[in-house]
């Protein structure tokens, strides 16, 4: 019995509860265990949960024995976080030999502990229980506790998820996804799925991955004839004749008003003949090769009876909606097969792509700038311990860059005084690998001058030339340019390529002629602008740029889970 008073000992059980309430440590809704966030990630640190149990599991990115043996450290990490858990492990407990190896996976009970003072950890767990232990061979392990180079983890994709760095860029890169679907579903954007076969070329470049059966049907033909050769034409005929002969006698029967059940019969006879005909003349057709018509593939063969494609842009496809629904975006990956080893490039990458009816080009600047400032934003907000590991590894700036971004208005010039200003430069002894002239596609090193140098700020081109931009885009009065608009960023150059598309029926029908492109594959596009055609105009941004920029990474292929160049495309 205690002696204090029934309110005070209210008050005392009331003051545990809420004490007990505050530490509580949160477990994963689906998993048996606590995400080390959950603990690390705690404005205290994780030291209000002193004396708390939790069950944790991760993979080992250090250990080591200390004491004689007696006990060992481990670094826990489980991907929620880029801080690790310290982790006291006595011998008693389990083998310490096999806990320590990095990369070893483990579960693992106990309390979570204050630190001795003095110690960088403000937690750390002592455990009483090793649930699991996913092995791992150290003269085997590929990636061994020293510093790995991003290019040497390129070889080993499988496991690279594992290193500080691929994680964080995985956080940032879902960080990312889920800011981009925020922002536009806020925005009042509906979400619309574009197809990744495609029968048109958004670009009108050509550099485009086909898609076809048309040579393993042409393998399993040749595989096919050869275990089984096609028939003679002697027995073609055979089975010609043999038709013949049992249809007349189907008719004889009938002449003679023969029984049912031996017409029935001879009637069965004749269908089988029929049918083994039409077997035999499907055989006999089978050539070896790829099926060929006036001395070109022919594709009525393929597939889907027709050239397709791996898209290059869902922007068209994405079009027939917002000439129907209003606001609408696309985030998908797309593709190109284009021969190019730079680090700015991929044959598979991502692209977020709205479409937005009853806007024109200025509308089309203001929702760019938007949300990338909101990206930017997203990014501070919640994903700060990542950038922090990126500024301290990578480039010291980023966090820098990211709030300068989310705060400055985006400069906006022409592209003829985007022009000028190059050719002002270059007056003053700036030099350029690529001439500046009007004309001209403004190449990485210009785009940065302006970016970096010039304004050291986003900046908005606009009003490009007509010949160097693509023939959906709207033409302006001059007929000399189009308007279209690039948003260029420190760091990476253009992010974001849009326009405001053309609306007008007899205007794109003769950019698309002008171009060279047949008319047939656009009728449907034309369609469009036959049937209620509306202003409209829309952009597309390049989510692996966006996490260059962000991260300060420089080449493109360690942004994105598994990169798909010329010559690699692993797992």
């Known amino acids: 019995m205690s002696d204090q008073p029934p309110v005070a000992q209210l008050a005392a059980a009331t003051l545990s509860d809420a004490a007990a309430a505050v530490a509580v440590v949160p477990k994963h809704e689906f998993s048996d265990r606590v995400p080390i966030r959950s603990i690390l990630g705690r404005p205290d640190g994780g030291s209000g949960l002193a004396g708390q149990r939790a069950r944790v599991g991760g993979w080992v990115k250090t250990g080591r024995k200390q004491g004689s043996g007696?006990?060992?450290?481990?670094?826990?990490?489980?991907?929620?976080c880029p801080m690790n858990l310290q982790v006291i492990v006595d011998s008693a407990v389990a083998d310490l030999g096999l806990l320590v190896p990095t990369g070893t996976c483990v579960a693992l009970e106990g309390v979570l502990k204050a630190?001795?003072?003095?110690?960088?950890?403000?937690?750390?767990?002592r455990v009483e229980e090793v649930v699991h232990v996913g092995p791992v061979d150290p003269a085997k392990y590929p990636l061994p506790k020293t510093k790995l180079t991003l290019e040497f983890l390129r070889d080993v994709v499988h496991l690279r998820p594992k290193t500080n760095t691929i994680s964080a860029v995985a956080r940032i890169r879902n960080a990312l996804a889920y800011a981009t679907h925020t922002f536009f579903q806020k925005h009042g954007f509906l979400y619309v799925h574009t197809p990744i076969i495609t029968t048109s070329d958004c670009e009108g470049a050509g550099e485009m991955f086909q898609v076809t059966t048309l040579i393993s049907e042409a393998d399993k033909a040749e595989k096919e004839l050869i275990k089984n050769p096609p028939p003679s034409e002697a027995e073609i005929e055979a089975a010609k004749l043999l038709v013949k002969e049992k249809g007349e006698a189907v008719a004889q029967l009938k002449s003679a008003k023969a029984s049912k059940a031996d017409?029935?019969?001879?009637?069965?006879?004749?269908?089988?003949?029929?049918?083994k005909l039409s077997k035999l003349e499907e055989r006999f057709k089978?050539?070896?090769?790829?099926?060929?018509?006036?001395?070109?593939?022919?594709?009525?063969?393929?597939?889907?009876?027709?050239?397709?494609?791996?898209?290059v842009s869902g922007q068209l496809q994405v079009e027939t909606y917002a000439c129907a629904i209003s606001s609408v975006y696309t985030f998908g990956p797309t593709f190109r097969a284009e021969q190019s080893h730079t680090s700015r490039h991929l044959a598979?990458?991502?692209?977020?792509?709205?479409?937005?009816?009853f806007a024109d080009l200025k509308d089309d600047m203001n929702c760019a700038e938007a949300y990338v400032r909101f990206l930017c934003s997203w990014l501070l907000d919640n994903c700060l311990d990542d950038m922090e590991f990126m500024a301290k590894n990578f480039d010291k700036t980023c966090i820098d860059r990211l709030r300068m971004v989310a705060s400055t208005p985006f400069e906006r010039i022409s592209y003829t005084e985007a022009v000028e200003i190059l050719v002002d430069s270059v007056k003053g002894g700036k030099q350029f690998e690529n001439k500046v002239e009007w004309g001209i596609d403004l190449a990485s090193e210009h785009e940065r001058y302006l970016t970096e140098v010039k304004f050291q700020k986003p900046v908005i081109?606009?009003?490009?030339?007509?010949?160097?931009?693509?023939?959906?885009?709207?033409?302006?009065?001059?007929?000399?340019?189009?308007?279209?608009?690039d948003v260029l960023v420190p760091k990476v150059g253009e992010l974001i390529g849009g326009s405001q598309r053309e609306e007008r029926y007899d205007v794109i029908r003769d950019r698309i002629l002008e171009m060279g492109l047949p008319l047939d594959p656009y009728e449907w596009y034309?369609?469009?602008?036959?049937?209620?055609?509306?202003?409209?105009?829309?952009?597309?941004?390049?989510?692996?740029?966006?996490?260059?920029?962000?991260?300060?990474?420089?080449?493109?292929?360690?942004?994105?889970?598994?990169?798909?160049?010329?010559?690699?495309?692993?797992?």
């Open 70 to 80: 007696s006990f060992a450290f481990l670094e826990v990490n489980d991907g929620s």
């Open 115 to 125: 630190p001795p003072e003095g110690t960088k950890q403000k937690i750390e767990l």
């Open 263 to 275: 017409i029935t019969a001879s009637v069965a006879e004749l269908t089988k003949a029929k049918e």
């Open 286 to 311: 089978l050539k070896p090769g790829i099926p060929q018509k006036d001395g070109k593939i022919d594709y009525d063969h393929d597939f889907f009876a027709r050239q397709a494609f791996l898209t």
């Open 348 to 357: 598979e990458f991502w692209m977020v792509e709205p479409e937005i009816a």
């Open 461 to 485: 081109v606009y009003n490009y030339p007509k010949g160097i931009k693509a023939f959906y885009m709207r033409l302006n009065d001059d007929s000399k340019t189009v308007a279209a608009m």
């Open 526 to 571: 034309l369609d469009l602008r036959r049937y209620g055609t509306v202003k409209h105009c829309g952009f597309g941004l390049g989510f692996e740029r966006m996490i260059l920029f962000a991260t300060g990474i420089d080449n493109i292929r360690d942004v994105i889970p598994f990169p798909r160049y010329p010559g690699r495309a692993d797992l």
